[in-house]
C-alpha cells in the first residue's frame, strides 16, 4: 500500500457503516437514543479518516472496528433493551432480562484492547509485552468507568428521556456487570489475539520500510 493510497477496508467500513446508518436510523425505537449510541461511530470514523495516510491501522483492528460499529448501530435502531437478538438469547438460556446490551459492553472492552495495544507499540513504542497488555487492560476500564459517567450525565440532563440509553432494565448492579463485561472482552482480546495483532503490526512496519518494535 503506498502511503497516499486508502485503506481498503477503511473504504469497507465506510460503505457498510453508511448502510447501517441509514437502515438504523430510518425508523428507530427513539431518535434521541439513536444519537447517542452511533455517535461514536461518527467519531471514530472521522479520526480514522483524518489519520488513515499517517496512521493506517493493521486490517485485524478495522474489521474489528467495523463489527463493533455494526453493534451501536443495531442497539440504537432498538434501543439496547429491545434489540431482537436479545430476546432470542432470553429464551434460549432462560435470562430475566433481554441482554444485549451486555454484548455492547463486552464490545467496549474487546475492541478498545486492540486499538489500545496498537497505539502503545505503534505509536508510544513500548515493547514491554507485559506492560502493554497491562496498560491496556487500564485503559478499557478507564474507557468503560469514563461510558458508565457519560451515561450518568445523560440521565441527569435528560431525565425520563435517558431511561433508553441506560437500558438498566431495574438492574440495580447494572454498572458493575457492565464494567466487568468490558474487563472480560479486553482480557480475551488480548489472549486470543495479541499474536495475531503482532504479525500485522510487524508486516505493516516491514511493508513501510520501518523498523518493527519487537516485544519482550
Known sequence: MSPASTPRLLITILVVWSVGLCLSGCSPFDRTTWWLEVFPCFVGFAVMWWTR???????????????????LMLGGAYSYARVPLGFWMQDWFGFGRNNYDKIGHFFQGFVPA???????????????????????????????????LIE????????????????????????????????????????LLSRWHDRQLAARANAAGARPTVLG
Open 53 to 71: 495516510h499517517r496512521f493506517p491501522l493493521t486490517n485485524l483492528l478495522y474489521a474489528l472496528i467495523l463489527v463493533h460499529g455494526v453493534v
Open 114 to 148: 486492540i486499538i489500545a495495544r496498537e497505539l502503545l507499540i505503534s505509536y508510544w513504542h513500548i515493547a514491554s509485552r507485559r506492560l502493554v497488555a497491562f496498560l491496556a487492560l487500564a485503559i478499557c476500564l478507564a474507557f468503560s468507568a469514563l461510558y458508565e
Open 152 to 191: 450518568w450525565w445523560a440521565a441527569l440532563a435528560l431525565g425520563q428521556g435517558a431511561d433508553e440509553f441506560l437500558g438498566t432494565q431495574g438492574d440495580v448492579w447494572d454498572t458493575q456487570s457492565d464494567m466487568f463485561l468490558a474487563m472480560l472482552g479486553a482480557m480475551i482480546a488480548l489472549g
